[in-house]
Antibody, heavy 121, light 107 residues
Framework: QVQLVQSGAEVKKPGASVKVSCKAS????????ISWVRQAPGQGLEWMGW????????NYAQKLQGRVTMTTDTSTSTAYMELRSLRSDDTAVYYC??????????????WGQGTLVTVSS | DIQMTQSPSSLSASVGDRVTITCRAS??????LNWYQQKPGKAPKLLIY???SLQSGVPSRFSGSGSGTDFTLTISSLQPEDFATYYC?????????FGQGTKLEIK
């Protein structure tokens, strides 16, 4: 079955960086993109950006431009999201999701289990 | 950026009730609208894509409708496992924004 498995929880100090992984299985990795979505404690969902697993093209949310980098390793069917210069308001659960498309329509399914990143001094 | 606004923000209902959640986009998004369900401590789950297409494996009591700026998610007869938070999300343009969520609670 199609599955995305993320790396474990992280605790980081302000100013540090974090890199979260998302390993895909059950489908041809390069046929889909991966989006990253985060959720601060008790809050809603925020789209962070997207990467094409086919050619590595990216599209980042403007508010994260310059701090976020999304990459893929097609040899291991793994996507990565690195966030730098961490602040306390980056504390959140970070999700990866397969980006499905039909013509211009797009949706996220399935999702990884989530990775809690805590930023605290 | 396109803003998505859901109403209500919270809703109390009973098992067996018919429930409707509304999502409004700040500009026309055609049918580029998806619905997700999230239970506490779990990842979101896709229910409806392209405004009205039911994702495989999702019970038929869930349905979506609308186009342009106004959309609805309807649960025809609430089941105990349906109590969760529901999010709409537009895929018309980036950033692919979500509504703020509607928390469906047991009355």
């Amino acid at each position: 079955q199609v599955q995305l498995v993320q790396s474990g929880a992280e605790v980081k100090k302000p100013g540090a960086s974090v890199k979260v992984s998302c390993k895909a299985s059950g489908y041809t990795f390069t046929s889909y993109g991966i989006s990253w979505v985060r959720q601060a404690p008790g809050q809603g969902l925020e789209w962070m950006g997207w990467i094409s697993a086919y050619n590595g093209n990216t599209n980042y949310a403007q508010k994260l431009q310059g701090r976020v980098t999304m990459t893929t390793d097609t040899s291991t069917s793994t996507a990565y999201m690195e966030l730098r210069s961490l602040r306390s308001d980056d504390t959140a659960v970070y999700y990866c999701a397969r980006d499905n498309s039909l013509l211009d329509l797009r949706w996220f399914d399935p999702w990884g289990q989530g990775t809690l990143v805590t930023v605290s001094s | 950026d396109i803003q998505m606004t859901q109403s209500p923000s919270s809703l109390s209902a009973s098992v067996g009730d018919r429930v409707t959640i509304t999502c409004r986009a700040s500009q026309s998004i055609s049918s580029y609208l998806n619905w997700y369900q999230q239970k506490p401590g779990k990842a979101p789950k896709l229910l409806i894509y392209a405004a009205s297409s039911l994702q495989s494996g999702v019970p038929s009591r869930f349905s979506g409708s609308g186009s342009g700026t106004d959309f609805t998610l309807t649960i025809s007869s609430l089941q105990p496992e349906d109590f969760a938070t529901y999010y709409c999300q537009q895929s018309y343009s980036t950033p692919r924004s979500f509504g703020q969520g509607t928390k469906l609670e047991i009355k």
